[in-house]
């Protein structure tokens, strides 16, 4: 009998699938790190989040699998080159929360630029200030996107209605432009953005790309939307492009100092990185939110639809 070994919990319509067309599922999710490793090569498939990394140390045990499935969008917690190589297919299922991030990285726009968080708690303590509150417009603004995939693209749609003017450079993907979208080069969103969006992965490549130095190098004031991954932003180098005036605001769903599982912030953080963590926890023109974006009701149950039908391309 075909098995499929659960590392994380994901919704339980994926395990209902599978279970229902004859394959036998193990839940690992609270079993410890060593404790799982050593039954791994047991299956024939692997679910997992983002609980830890399957690193080619741990890959390289394994024989017998032949599918591993992360419920979510990135892919960076598998050695995805060394699994394939070892004839292990990886499969993820970014179309299950693109939906959901585009909505709450607006989500996040809105409540930044109309200062809603500051005005709720205002209110909520007594006071009834509007002119200290007075908002920002989307309508008119230029919003860069770096990343036209499946979270950029939804982005884009998600924006239409604002009257704004989108532009998006993806280094590896072309001809998308639309009556909503510009295809653009990455000079040219530095020239005319009013607003930033990363929706990339977290690569080599991709590590620190938001950097003071980049930054910098926009022709405006930006406001910066990250719904990616933590480590695609230089964290000290956003907050001093805060300092200098570079970013007007920002919206972090993701941050560098979370620990490898998203479930917290890392326990032994480097200092600095933690001293400008706590930086952002202060600024008012900084709102938070704790790798949310695309932790919906809706998209918990999309993910594990698409990835039962990856899954089962692999093993049927």
């Known amino acids: 009998m075909i098995t499929i070994g659960f590392i994380d919990s994901v919704h339980h319509s994926l395990w209902d699938a599978l279970t229902a067309s004859g394959i036998a599922c193990i839940d690992l999710s609270t079993a410890g790190k060593e404790e799982v490793i ?27 699998v032949k599918v591993i499935a992360r419920a979510g969008a990135g ?86 209605g604002f009257d704004v003017k989108i532009l998006a450079y993806d280094k590896y993907v072309s001809g998308f432009s639309n009556d909503n979208v510009t295809e653009s080069t990455l000079e040219e969103l530095k020239e005319f953005s009013d607003i930033l969006s990363f929706h ?20 405006k004031s930006l406001y910066f939307i990250n719904t990616a991954r933590g480590k695609v932003v230089d964290t000290k180098g956003l907050v001093q492009a805060l300092k200098n005036g570079r970013i007007s605001g920002a919206c972090l769903d993701v941050q560098e100092i979370e620990d490898i599982s998203f479930e917290g912030l890392s326990r032994n953080p480097d200092p600095e990185l933690k001293e400008a963590f706590e930086y952002l926890q202060q600024n008012s023109k900084v709102i938070l939110t704790p790798h949310i974006a695309g932790w919906t009701h809706e998209s918990n149950e999309k993910i594990a639809r698409a990835l039962f039908e990856k899954m089962m391309n692999v093993i049927r």
């Open 200 to 219: 990339i992965p977290l690569t080599e490549e991709t590590y620190h790309l938001g950097n003071e130095a980049f930054f910098n190098s926009f022709k």
């Open 75 to 160: 892919m960076e917690n598998i050695d995805v080159g060394y699994a394939e190589s070892k004839g292990i297919r990886c499969v993820h299922a970014p179309e299950g929360n693109r939906d959901a991030v585009a909505e709450h990285a607006i989500g996040m726009l809105l409540c930044l630029f109309n200062n809603i968080l500051r005005a709720d708690r205002e209110v909520r303590d007594g006071k009834w200030i509007r002119e200290g509150n007075r908002g920002i417009e989307l309508n008119g603004k230029t919003v860069g996107i770096i990343g036209y995939g499946n979270m950029g693209s939804t982005f884009a749609k998600r924006l239409r």
């Open 38 to 64: 050593q039954q791994l090569d047991h299956f024939d498939g692997l679910v997992i989040r983002s609980r830890f990394r399957l690193d080619r140390n741990i890959l390289s045990t394994l024989s017998k």
